[in-house]
């Protein structure tokens, strides 16, 4: 995913018209591969995950959200960050919408707090109200039981995640994703970390569908010490090897 400064929408870069040419196309191709590897699988639940925090996991949620509601796609975006909700602050979302919590908790029903975004033309749950335990709350069969009602009625629903999510709570979502994609922000995340990240979701079980490298800076490439096997989305590594 291109770098971008431009073009910012409540903060979050969202790709449409007015973006860098190159962000768009980026996006266009991870919704390819995504489209390849989830519909050949039959996936439709996915977290999408990173080795360290602000490596631009909700602007891949919301993007990838976006692009496949353009082409018809049936789209929920789940904020899982029960402590910071970062799907709230760029969607505008008051804290105080209930959502995920609630439910989680007996409080809402999942019909009275999931609603579309409807510029942007998917359905969001919101984190809903600070709980004390949102670990607990996530490795609930309430979870469990929300996640399998939900599939039903979309095409994807696509989960994001606390920051730390890799390190502490990866297990407790094992039972109800089909899969993660992991987010790697150019010279931000370092190959130990996004080892370690990979180690951890495999540890769990959750099977790696593919990465994104993100705010890739060009300019910076060729000092760069990474691992250019890491495409902005590769494929299905769990099957292929990594590219
Ligand atoms: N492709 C990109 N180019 C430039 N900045 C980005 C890009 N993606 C995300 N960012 C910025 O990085 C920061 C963290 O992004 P965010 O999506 O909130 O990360 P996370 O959800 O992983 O914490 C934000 O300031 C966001 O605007
Ligand atoms: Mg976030």
């Known amino acids: 995913m291109a770098k971008s400064k431009k073009n910012e929408r409540r903060r ?27 519909q050949s699988n039959e996936y439709k639940t996915i977290i999408v995950t990173s080795a360290t925090p602000a490596e631009g996991k909700s602007n891949v949620v919301i993007n990838l959200a ?3 509601a353009e082409m018809g796609k049936n789209v929920l975006v789940i904020d899982c960050d029960m402590r910071k909700p970062g799907l709230s ?4 979302i008051s804290l105080r919408t209930p959502g995920l919590s609630n439910v989680l908790s007996n409080q809402s029903r999942i019909e009275d707090v999931v609603f579309k975004v409807s510029d942007l033309g998917f359905y969001v749950l919101p984190a809903g ?25 979309f095409d994807y629903v ?6 730390a ?7 407790v979502l ?11 922000a150019h010279r931000q995340a370092t190959i130990s970390s996004i080892k370690s990240a990979k180690e951890s979701l495999e540890k769990s079980n959750i ?37």
Do not use: C, H, W
């Not at 999510?165 to 297990?171: G, Y």
């Open 207 to 243: 099977k790696i569908i593919g990465a994104i490298l993100n705010k890739y800076d060009s300019k910076q490439s060729f000092s760069s010490d990474y691992n250019y096997n890491y495409d902005y989305y590769a494929s299905d590594y769990s099957k292929e090897g990594k590219r």
């Open 165 to 171: 999510f890799v390190v502490s709570d990866a297990l």
């Open 66 to 68: 976006l692009s496949l």
């Open 89 to 92: 602050k760029y969607l505008n």
């Open 174 to 184: 094992e039972k109800v994703v089909d899969g993660a994609i992991l987010v790697i």
């Open 12 to 38: 979050v870069l969202i790709a449409n018209k007015k973006s860098p040419f190159s962000y768009v196309e980026a996006y266009k191709t991870v919704r390819t591969n995504f489209n390849f590897i989830t």
């Open 158 to 163: 696509l989960l994001d995640t606390p920051p």
């Open 129 to 153: 109200a600070i709980p004390p335990n949102p670990s607990e709350l996530l490795a609930s069969k309430n979870m469990e039981r929300v996640i399998r009602s939900l599939e039903k009625d």
